[in-house]
């Protein structure tokens, strides 16, 4: 069985400084890990993934992720934020050894709210 | 040009009533899923398709029923509404392919039952 945990249920930030939303993860088994972006009223959008390789993935809009085996985390990263990127993040999981077909496990979401 | 689309955006309705939320996609995936997120924003997999098979059926209530009439839509029929039924329901669709492929979202149906 898979679950994803996010730390913070709410992140508060002022415009132009870094943030860093934690996801972490529990599996018997290998994982892809993404993270989704979800605007006020709107549908999903995919931020990055961690399929393998280099465990620093960079995503769309400044974001980028570090996976880390040891600590089973995938945190998210923002060197410097914006008002647009006011949002809620979602931390996902995917079963990397079945069909692809798999499901995706989601976390309970983090709230991002950058203050001008 | 919209790639994964919801109908209605918004559907309130009376406890008892049956009601259907639609999700077309025109990427021409072959797996297509619904989820659901509840009041609290956690997100959790409903059901998910596969050339119009049944793939995932997770632990849903018999009074949800999805159908596939073709590979590009997977409708939602939901009988005797309940007060917990209450939530966003979004569709998204997935290429067939070896590995992993990424899943794209639909705009999400928000239902209420009063």
């Known amino acids: 069985a898979q679950s994803v945990t996010q730390l913070d249920s709410q992140v508060p930030v002022f415009e132009e400084a870094p943030v860093e939303l934690r996801c972490n993860y529990s599996?018997?088994?290998?994982?892809?890990l993404f993270w989704y972006v979800q605007y006020p009223n709107q549908g999903l959008q995919l931020l990055l993934k961690?399929?393998?390789?280099?465990?620093l993935v960079k995503g769309i809009n400044g974001f980028e992720a570090e996976f880390n085996k040891s600590q089973t985390s995938f945190h998210l990263r923002k060197p410097s934020v914006h008002i647009s990127d006011t949002a809620e993040y979602f931390c996902?999981?995917?079963?990397?050894?079945?069909?692809?077909?798999?499901?995706?496990?989601f976390g309970q979401g983090t709230i991002l709210t950058v203050h001008p | 040009d919209t790639a994964v689309s919801q109908t209605p955006k918004y559907l309130v309705t009376q406890m008892g009533n049956d009601k259907s939320i639609k999700c077309e996609q025109n990427?021409?995936?072959?797996?297509m899923y619904w989820y659901k997120q509840d009041s609290k924003k956690f997100l959790k997999i409903m059901f998910s398709?596969?050339?119009?098979?049944?793939?995932i059926n997770e632990t849903v209530p018999n009074r949800f029923s999805p159908k596939s009439p073709d590979k590009a839509h997977l409708n939602l029929h939901i009988n005797s509404l309940e007060l917990g039924d209450s939530a966003v329901y979004f569709c998204?669709?997935?290429?067939?392919?070896?590995?992993?492929?990424?899943?794209?979202f639909g705009p999400g149906t928000r239902l209420t039952v009063l």
């Open positions: 398709y596969n050339n119009k098979e049944l793939i």
């Open positions: 990427l021409g995936h072959d797996t």
């Open positions: 996902a999981t995917l079963y990397a050894g079945g069909t692809s077909y798999g499901k995706l496990t």
């Open positions: 961690y399929l393998s390789g280099s465990t």
């Open positions: 998204a669709s997935a290429p067939t392919g070896s590995t992993y492929n990424e899943q794209f």
């Open positions: 599996s018997s088994v290998s994982v892809y």
